[in-house]
């Protein structure tokens, strides 16, 4: 079992950047797939990024792509959202997620498929 907690979540006029950190406790977080998704006012949960458990794949919804870089580091059991040129519509709760998985080249990108999850970090981008 692993715990996530999110982490750099905050305020911040469009255009601006934020960078989000998941720290996962627990069991060694090499052994899972990992994800951000995010819940806007009055929206559906959404993935935003995924990663494989290795770090070599990573998967990017097509609204962030080009502004949003997902990246692990495993020695330290965190990975992170580096949040760019971000925009009024990035408004959202936005939470950590993780599978585990046996697999080094797959991520994931349904909510069902993640078993774990943080309590989410609001991040309010204003126009």
């Known amino acids: 079992q692993v715990q996530l907690v999110e982490s750099g979540g905050g305020l911040v006029q469009g255009g601006g950047s934020l960078r989000l950190s998941c720290a996962a406790s627990g069991r060694t977080s090499s052994t899972y797939a990992m994800g951000w998704f995010r819940q806007g006012p009055g929206k559906e949960r959404e993935i935003v990024a995924a990663?494989?458990?290795?770090?070599?794949?990573?998967y990017y919804t097509n609204s962030v792509k080009g502004r949003f870089i997902i990246s692990r580091d495993n020695a330290e059991n965190r990975v992170s959202l580096q949040m760019n040129n971000l925009k009024p519509e990035d408004t959202a709760v936005y939470s950590c997620?993780?599978?585990?998985?046996?697999?080094?080249?797959?991520?994931?990108?349904?909510?069902?498929?993640?078993?774990?999850w943080g309590q989410g970090t609001q991040v309010t981008v204003s126009s």
């Open positions: 990663i494989s458990r290795s770090g070599s794949r990573t």
């Open positions: 997620a993780a599978r585990s998985t046996v697999a080094d080249f797959f991520y994931y990108t349904a909510s069902n498929d993640y078993s774990y």
